[in-house]
């Protein structure tokens, strides 16, 4: 199975910029799809942006032109680079990947960072 583990997170003043990352167990080139989620105060779960192993990303309309979600295969990391912080990005952030076995699709996710944009 593939184990994530997200660090990064922490406070940072809006306006700021901060670099979440996410370790994966395995080579991540034998992950079909990783991506970013957050959960804010409402408890709900929204995607924030995704990688493939191609160079498809996709990203929450919020995100866009401020967010930079990229991987390095080397590293076994995927990275979210997030700049100009609004308040209301504060949340905790889970690093999520899919992956296509024979059998099917599984889907693993990280324990989540905590991510706190105030003055």
């Known amino acids: 199975q593939v184990q994530l583990v997200e660090s990064g997170g922490g406070l940072v003043q809006p306006g700021g910029s901060l670099r979440l990352s996410c370790a994966s167990s395995?080579?991540?080139?034998?992950?079909?799809?990783l991506g970013w989620n957050r959960r804010g105060p409402g408890n709900v779960r929204s995607p924030v942006a995704t990688?493939?192993?191609?160079?498809?990303?996709d990203y929450a309309k919020s995100a866009e032109g401020r967010y930079t979600i990229t991987r390095d295969n080397a590293k076994n990391t995927v990275n979210l680079h997030m700049n100009s912080l609004k308040p209301e990005a504060t949340a905790v952030y889970f690093c999520?990947?899919?992956?296509?076995?024979?059998?099917?699709?599984?889907?693993?996710w990280g324990q989540g960072t905590q991510v706190t944009v105030s003055s």
């Open positions: 999520n990947a899919e992956v296509y076995y024979s059998s099917g699709i599984m889907h693993y």
């Open positions: 395995v080579d991540i080139k034998s992950i079909y799809q």
């Open positions: 990688i493939r192993i191609t160079v498809v990303t």
